[in-house]
């Protein structure tokens, strides 16, 4: 069967706040019912043609789907082939054994100390100091997060992350990372960023180190990775968490957002945001990254997508660099879902399918 392409002209950021960006889509195969060669294509969920654009041909029976009637939904045309779900048989991801020592291995945990330990005390010292909530409040200070106490706990929420990790092919990784044909580092200067950009307080930046050298020991944010036949992975909140706590940072490989304009990831977030689009950046966390790029979105079309947002997405200056941190906006209780607005500013990510 034919292909037909679309090419979308990329939209240019007007935004300064971070946002996750989708690309535009590369190509279609689309069809509509009433349209000669593509008689069967229509949606084998709605039923209807519609939306063409959006209709996505299986490469194997040539059934159609719209992007945003498959669940999980998908933003763009994938650019490789395409299976349906009825080829495909999707089935659970298969989950990461509950070996500690080969989750240990996963995500190269510092054996100095064993991460079925109790949390270090430092860790909670600092806590300590900052858990009262007036001050930190009035000055809008950064809190660590705490790690869950159980240890069997923490290993099931680190294998919860590696199951999901593992089936998208991801490989850990904690920080940012320069690799060669893409941006390096030098080029990921806060200084460039338009309008300017927010400079962490000494005190956040230690918090940060701290929540980074916890990760290092093992003593990871209370959060589960979960599958949702709906939303595809997402994150849960393991324990409560406190408004102002540091969830994690956004991790993967720093790109030139001009090699990315094709790119079908759907993960990719902005970094620095140049007057001088050319040096603007982007995190792909397609082949390195954590538990950021598992989670989701809310549906900022609807107000009950707009109450479900406990997280904001936040860019700083962290000794002159550019780095993205995902911060709880509110209290959050055991059990709830984490979602932030992917849509910073502009309304660029398609969100109103969104559950
Ligand atoms: C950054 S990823 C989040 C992790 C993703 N759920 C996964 O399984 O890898 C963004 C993708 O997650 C899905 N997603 C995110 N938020 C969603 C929501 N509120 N409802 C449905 N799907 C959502 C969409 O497929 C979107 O393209
Ligand atoms: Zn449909
Ligand atoms: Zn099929």
Known sequence: MALRRRTLAPTPLSHSRPQRRPKPTAKARAGGCDDGDYNDACCQECGSGESPAELLLCDQCDRGYHLFCLRPILVSVPKGSWFCPSCTKQKEPKSFPLVQTKIIDFFRIKRTS??????????????????????????RKLLPFIPSEDPERRLEQMRSLATALTASGTQFSNELTYCPGMAPRSANRASLEKGGMQVMSKEDIETLNLCKSMMERGEWAPLMVVFDPQEGFTVEADRSIRDLTIITEYTGDVDYLNNRENDDGDSMMTLLHAVDPSQSLVICPDKRGNIARFINGINNHTQDGKKKQNLKCVRYSVDGECRVLLVANRDIRKGERLYYDYNGYEHEYPTEHFV
């Open 114 to 139: 064993d991460p079925i330990q109790q949390p270090c005390q430092d860790g909670q010292k600092k806590r300590k100091r900052q858990s009262s909530l007036v001050m930190s409040k009035k000055r």
